[in-house]
């Protein structure tokens, strides 16, 4: 199976994943958006605007693509 690596990014910290096996490319995108998600619930609430970034690499540590979901509270 493929090896990838999702390195993530809030506002504050950059941290770089040990890496895992998926099975194919498709699987790592949902992996990243579903990690997007999950850091959206747990980071959200600091402030009212939160920027989320997820790197996906493949096992030679080349990028492959970038994620981002931005946050934000708006007053209507």
Known sequence: ????????RNDENIVEDDGFEL???????VE???YLAEAARAHFGAGQRQELTCTVKDANKKALWRLRLILEIARS
Do not use: I, L, Q, S
């Open 1 to 8: 199976m493929p090896f990838f690596y999702f390195d993530t």
């Open 23 to 29: 099975p194919g490319v498709e699987e790592a995108k």
């Open 32 to 34: 990243a958006v579903g």
